[in-house]
């Protein structure tokens, strides 16, 4: 009995698990901010939603989106323009090498005054009589003399006499005469007729011819739209008697084309 009670009591010694040797998060998956790898350290779940969804698309506001169009149809437009302006300097080239385009030239043979005199509303009357070649210098271009041409003679910025042209059409490398018929009234003819027979004195005295005449191109059998032939001729005669013919002592013509 005493023998059992002294019967021994040996401690148990239970062992503590062994720590894991494979760490639950990848080595080098997450590091910290100062480039250290930490296995036991747990990622936000927010991190690695950002850290592997796509960049969101962010959609242009209509202001911008009608503002690119805008710049869009802009280009374009900028690009026609530039098209048409190298396709008709194209045609226009082409036409001046192939065809050769020049003026005509206009000069004035005779000047007849036949009639000049004061009215007795001291109004000056005068008809004049002019005789005037038209060249066509050009070898492969006509020329169609349309309605509403017009002549006028002047006088120190006063316009004596007016006429019409007529209509004809003037072939190529040709020379047309031409005998028109001007007249016209003038106010206050009194102060003119003074000044024309103070420098009829001297034998000589200044008139300009204008001419205005709306033609049409003709190239091969192509009519082309009207333009105008503006030209003026400074003459110097000798005197202005009526009836009689006129000495032309010098002659300046200038001539252009206005579309």
Request: hydrophobic letters at 40%; a positive charge; glycine letters at 4%.
């Amino acid at each position: 009995m005493a023998d059992h009670q002294r019967q021994r009591i040996h401690p148990v010694v239970v062992e503590a698990p062994a720590p894991p040797t494979t760490p639950l998060v990848p080595p080098g998956s997450l590091r910290s901010e100062k480039g250290s790898s930490n296995p036991y350290h747990r990622p936000s779940p927010l991190l690695l939603q950002h850290s592997h969804a796509m960049p969101p698309i962010i959609p242009l506001p209509p202001k911008r989106r009608s503002r690119s169009c805008f710049c869009k149809c802009l280009c374009w437009t900028l690009f026609l323009i530039f098209l048409l302006f190298i396709l008709i300097a194209a045609i226009a080239t082409t036409i001046y090498f192939v065809f050769k385009p020049k003026l005509p030239d206009y000069s004035v043979d005779t000047l007849r005054i036949s009639d000049l005199r004061l009215n007795f509303d001291m109004s000056l009357y005068a008809k004049f009589e002019v005789r005037i070649t038209a060249t066509n210098p050009n070898k492969k271009i006509g020329i169609y003399y349309e309605k509403d041409g017009r002549m006028s003679v002047w006088y120190t910025n006063t316009e004596l006499c007016q006429g019409s042209l007529p209509e004809f059409y003037q072939g190529h490398q040709n020379r047309t005469v031409l005998n028109l018929s001007l007249s016209g009234q003038v106010q206050a003819g009194s102060t003119i007729m003074a000044a024309i027979q103070q420098q009829q004195q001297t034998g000589r005295i200044p008139l300009d011819l204008k001419v205005k005449a709306p033609v049409a191109i003709k190239l091969g059998t192509l009519k082309l739209r009207k333009v105008k032939v503006l030209g003026e001729c400074q003459l110097l005669v000798d005197s202005l008697s009526s009836n009689n013919l006129i000495s032309i002592k010098a002659s300046n013509c200038k001539f252009r084309m206005k579309l």
